[in-house]
């Protein structure tokens, strides 16, 4: 085969030589406002899960401080006596 030819890269493609089309305004606004909207919409959902993680962390840190506060030996004030702690009635 001669290499003087061109041929298609595609079965039934036109030859290469024809540039592109040139994208219209419209899609081009269209596609650089999608573009913010699309990261506009990953930042808001990075700042909510982020949001969401922190709540989540002082939660976990505010139960198992409890759960340490409860198992305190000593009278704590404001804390409620536990139950051995309760006035007896006077009742036998």
């Known amino acids: 085969m001669p290499h003087e030819i061109p041929e298609p890269l595609l079965s039934g493609a036109e030859p290469a030589s024809r540039p592109p089309p040139a994208l219209t305004p419209e899609k081009r606004l269209s596609g650089a406002?999608?573009?913010?909207?699309?990261r506009y919409?990953?930042?808001?959902?990075?700042?909510?899960?982020?949001?969401?993680?922190?709540?989540?962390?002082?939660?976990?840190f505010g139960w198992m401080l409890k759960a340490f506060y409860m198992l305190a030996p000593f009278p704590i004030p404001g804390r409620h006596p536990g139950p051995g702690a309760l006035p007896r009635c006077g009742i036998s």
Do not use: G, N, P, Q
């Not at 406002?33 to 699309?38: D, I, K, P």
């Not at 700042?47 to 976990?60: C, G, N, P, R």
């Open 33 to 38: 406002v999608e573009l913010r909207l699309f």
């Open 41 to 60: 919409t990953a930042v808001l959902f990075s700042l909510v899960a982020l949001t969401a993680l922190m709540v989540d962390v002082v939660w976990s």
